[in-house]
């Protein structure tokens, strides 16, 4: 069987055998929105943070040596909502202080001392990917079940 072939027939299996991905994606962050730190509870979002939170582009942060690929899942707009009201919730501090001392913005030409805060404080902001990332490596296909 040729490798079109396999993935053919491994996509007409799928749904009689195991959920598909976007239900485990979903299940896996329904998992983890519901542990302490990310259940708050949080206030709504208001329309300019939502609006914000729409545009495009990257948060400040670290890479944290992780080669990211895009993925495109469509997950349930509360759990969507939930998400997104989390990471901006517990990333609001950081944020702040980052514009605060001028530490965002693409061309900064930043000295030893600002990397290293802007550092500290990008490692506290809590974005969406992170989110995902974490339910998946907690509550994914390939971790034990308790």
């Not at 501090?93 to 404080?121: F, N, S, T």
């Amino acid at each position: 069987m040729t490798k079109r072939q396999a993935r053919i027939a491994a996509a007409r299996m799928r749904p009689d055998r195991w959920p598909g991905l976007e239900t485990v994606v979903a299940l896996a962050v329904e998992h983890r929105l519901a542990e302490a730190d990310l259940a708050g509870p949080w206030a709504e979002l208001t329309e300019a943070e939502a609006a914000e939170l729409a545009l495009s582009g990257r948060w400040p942060g670290p890479s944290l040596q992780i080669s990211l690929v895009q993925r495109n899942y469509k997950l349930p707009a509360a759990t969507v909502t939930a998400m997104r009201t989390a990471a901006w919730r517990l990333s609001e501090e950081p944020l702040r202080e980052l514009r605060k001392r001028g530490l965002v913005g693409a061309g900064l030409v930043l000295d030893r001392e600002e990397r290293r805060i802007r550092d500290e404080l990008a490692a506290r902001l809590y974005p969406v990917p992170r989110i995902i990332r974490e339910a998946l490596g907690r509550y994914g296909p390939a971790t034990p079940n308790e």
